[in-house]
C-alpha cells in the first residue's frame, strides 16, 4: 500500500520554527521530486517549495525566501520542510506531494498535476 503520512502540523506561536514532514512507504523516493502546496479557505491550492530528486535542486516562492528551507533523506525516504518565523498568514492546510519526475534534476511549484502522491494534509495554525 502506498502512503505518504505528514506530521508536524498543529497550532504554531509565532518567532518559532516549523518543521514538517512526510514519510514515504510502498514507494521509493529516489525517483521522485517533492513539492509543498498549501491551502488556505476559498483559495486554490498553491505550490510554495519543491526539490529535485536527487536534491541538489531547490525552488522557493518569492515571498518565502528566506523563511523556508526544504530537504531531503533518500536514505530514510523522509522528506522535511522548515518554516522559519511563522506568521499569522501562513495559517493553512500543508501537503506534501511528489512527482515522478523523469530527469533527477528538476521540480515545478507551477502547478500540481504533475504530482500524483499526495499526503494527507496537516493544518498549521499560526497564532497572532
Excluded at 504554531?12 to 513539492?35: K, N
Excluded at 536514505?75 to 515522478?100: F, G, H, W
Amino acid at each position: 500500500q502506498l502512503q505518504f503520512v505528514e506530521s508536524g502540523g498543529g497550532l504554531v506561536r509565532p518567532g518559532e520554527t516549523l518543521t514538517l514532514s512526510c514519510a514515504a512507504s510502498g514507494f521509493t523516493l529516489d525517483y521522485y521530486a517533492i513539492g509543498w502546496f498549501r491551502q488556505v479557505p476559498g483559495k486554490e491550492r498553491e505550490g510554495f517549495s519543491c526539490i529535485s530528486r536527487n536534491g541538489y535542486r531547490t525552488k522557493y516562492e518569492d515571498s518565502m525566501k528566506g523563511r523556508v528551507t526544504i530537504s531531503r533523506n533518500n536514505a530514510n525516504n523522509t522528506v522535511s520542510l522548515q518554516l522559519k518565523s511563522p506568521k499569522p498568514e501562513d495559517t493553512a492546510v500543508y501537503y506534501c506531494a511528489a512527482d515522478r519526475a523523469p530527469y533527477p534534476d528538476i521540480c515545478t511549484i507551477d502547478g500540481y498535476g504533475r504530482y500524483g502522491h499526495w499526503g494527507q494534509g496537516t493544518q498549521v495554525t499560526v497564532f497572532s
